[in-house]
């Protein structure tokens, strides 16, 4: 196959649509995870992205991961987040607040999470 302009030019012209498509996807599923308002009890937890700073969360009685939960803990605050916590997040915001059960088994608030740096 030769490298005539016509070529190059629908090679980068393909290569300029994967790029928008995976923005706007990006896009999308960052609007809807702020959008969304979540609430369940924590079932697992497991590290995504670099390093061990962003938790993404499964919630009782769900198959798979919530695509849309993943919490901001930082490298140092590991304890912030643990199986059995409860979280809510409100429509239209990044913050999830954790309630964690005391002695009696009550669910009391333990901290506000900010899902930033």
Do not use: W
Request: proline content about 1%.
């Amino acid at each position: 196959m030769e490298l005539s302009k016509r070529n190059i030019l629908l090679f980068f012209t393909l290569l300029l649509v994967i790029i928008i498509v995976f923005f706007v996807s990006k896009y999308n599923q960052t609007n809807k995870a702020y959008s969304s308002k979540l609430n369940g009890k924590v079932e697992s937890l497991r590290h995504v992205g670099r390093g061990e700073a962003y938790l993404q969360v499964k919630f009782e009685g769900e198959r798979e991961f919530n695509s849309l939960c993943i919490v901001y803990v930082g490298n140092e605050n590991q304890d912030d987040l643990k199986i059995n916590d409860s979280i809510y997040k409100a429509k239209n915001s990044l913050n999830y607040q954790v309630y964690r059960q005391d002695s009696s088994g009550n669910y009391i608030f333990y901290k506000t999470l900010k899902n930033e740096p």
